[in-house]
């Protein structure tokens, strides 16, 4: 079968989750005999033909020129490359950005268009009303003409499934229990086995960044509170400068390479989880992987992964109490949370578990 992966900032993955799972997802299943393919944006690793058994097709995207909007081009070309080079199945990896081109090839034909809907894109934050409203419509014009959509959470296919009377198709993302720990990082960052707070994720007001900030300074817990993610933006610069005095709070930056990430996981004495709008989030899984102790936003797509095994807040009064008292709710309930974390990755979120799913959903829709 020949496929298709469009929607991405490319492989090797330097930015995030639908990268992240771009880079698994396709060389699984090349792996198992696929022809895959992965779009790249013109300017990210120019170099690669090929990746493994995973083929690399660069396309001009001006992001550099234009900004945000380049994504549309960049969609839209990928789309217009990739119907005309006999694919079996076009993966689009989200929506917001590329469902305006979906016109370009005609529902039922192949190729086939499969849409990872992502979380509830028109609620972030960071968007203003406009923006959200034409977010929303490209949501209902993905649904419409997509041939197959996908939900990777529970409670996102809940919700698609009851608002455009659709059978959306539950496929998550995957994770691995941790094997690989590279503890040098933490030398690197001058911190301490369960000395620390730990946040990893995109600096963005979804993320609830600043509500994190808010209940570390209001706990004052005694640890620092290491954020991991690319501080450049300007949301991010606004938090170092309402929290400078704080010596506590420390941007470090994105930090790639897995071993690393998962030795911050397993050694943090917390790994707060404050993204409210996603589906079910890379990081989330890989923190559950680790044997992060897990304090998570209260919303139906955190719950839906994590059930009882964590500890959950709602606003920064709550997670200020969680954090004044973390060493002892750890003692008391960090070693069964743990366990049911572990035994729900190997059950529910391997990635070879996840890469078979995958395999046998695409040979029924092309058959």
């Known amino acids: 079968m020949k496929l298709a992966i469009l929607g991405t900032r490319g492989i090797p993955n330097a930015y995030g989750g639908f990268e992240q799972f771009a880079e698994y997802i396709s060389h699984g299943l090349a792996d198992i005999g696929h022809d895959v393919t992965v779009y790249n944006p013109h300017f990210y690793k120019p170099e690669l033909k090929k990746i493994g058994k995973v083929n690399i097709v660069h396309i001009y995207c001006p992001e550099h020129r234009v900004g945000a909007f380049a994504h549309y081009i960049y969609d839209y070309l990928c789309l217009k490359h990739a119907v005309k080079n006999d694919f079996d199945i076009i993966y689009e990896a989200g929506y917001a950005t590329s469902s305006l081109s979906f016109g370009l090839k005609k529902r039922g034909r192949k190729p086939y268009i499969v849409t990872n809907m992502d979380g509830i894109e028109w609620r972030r934050d960071k968007w203003n009303s406009a923006t959200k409203l034409f977010i929303k419509y490209a949501e209902g014009l993905a649904i419409k003409r997509s041939d197959h959509v996908v939900a990777d959470n529970e409670g996102i296919k809940t919700y698609l499934d009851n608002k455009y ?6 496929l998550p993302y995957g994770a691995d229990l941790a094997t690989n720990f590279d503890y040098t990082v933490l030398r690197d960052l001058n911190i301490e086995k369960d000395k620390f707070i730990l946040v990893i994720a995109r600096i963005e007001p979804e993320n609830n960044i600043h509500l994190i900030m808010n209940a570390y300074a209001v706990a004052n817990p005694g640890y620092p509170l290491i954020i991991v993610g690319n501080h450049t933006g300007r949301y991010a610069r606004e938090l170092e400068e309402q929290f400078k005095e704080n010596e506590g709070i420390r941007f470090v930056g994105g930090v790639y390479d897995k071993a690393k990430l998962d030795a911050l996981r397993q050694t943090a004495l917390c790994y707060i989880h404050g993204h409210k709008v996603g589906g079910t989030n890379p990081s989330l899984l890989e923190a559950m992987a680790a044997d992060a102790f897990i304090i998570a936003f209260k919303n139906l797509f955190n ?12 606003n920064a009064k709550d997670l200020a109490e969680l954090l004044a008292n973390i060493e002892g709710i750890k003692r008391e309930k960090g070693e069964s949370h743990s366990a049911y974390n572990r035994e729900i990755i190997q059950k529910k979120y391997s990635w070879e578990n996840i890469i078979d799913q995958y395999d046998q959903f695409f040979k029924q829709i092309i058959s």
Do not use: K, R
Not at 165 to 170: A, I, L, P, R
Not at 303 to 314: D, I
């Open 303 to 314: 719950g839906s992964v994590l059930n009882s095994h964590a500890l959950f807040f709602s």
């Open 165 to 170: 009377d659709v059978n959306s198709n539950f």
